[in-house]
């Protein structure tokens, strides 16, 4: 079982930058993959950026390609999400998601096995 927490949300402005940080404690996180998702309220939960076991493979959103970077840190079980030029369309409750080990990802929420329990972005134009 692993258990998520984000953290590094907040009120910024439009064209500000936040870092995300999910920390991750249990299970064997540094063999999954981890994905960053956000919702808006009344709206599914959308795909943001995810990242493999072993940092070798990413991908984004288009949306927020150029702007958002996952990165992670397996030796301190964690994954960051630094965004950059923030729009108000990136406003979100933003989370992290880790799929079981080894198995497979991608942009589905079905994919992700553990999930944090979120952390606001506000970006105010």
């Known amino acids: 079982q692993v258990h998520l927490v984000e953290s590094g949300g907040g009120l910024v402005q439009t064209g500000a930058s936040l870092r995300l940080s999910c920390e991750a404690s249990?299970?064997?996180?540094?063999?999954?993959?981890v994905a960053w998702f956000r919702q808006i309220p009344e709206k599914e939960r959308e795909f943001v950026a995810a990242i493999s076991w072993n940092s070798a493979t990413t991908f984004y959103k288009n949306s927020v390609k150029g702007r958002f970077t996952i990165s992670r840190d397996n030796a301190k079980n964690m994954v960051f999400l630094q965004m950059e030029n923030l729009k108000s369309e990136d406003t979100a409750v933003y989370y992290c998601a880790a799929a079981k080990p080894f198995s497979e990802y991608g942009r589905s929420p079905g994919m992700y096995d553990y999930w944090g329990q979120g952390t606001q972005v506000t970006v105010s134009s």
């Open positions: 249990g299970g064997a996180f540094s063999s999954s993959s």
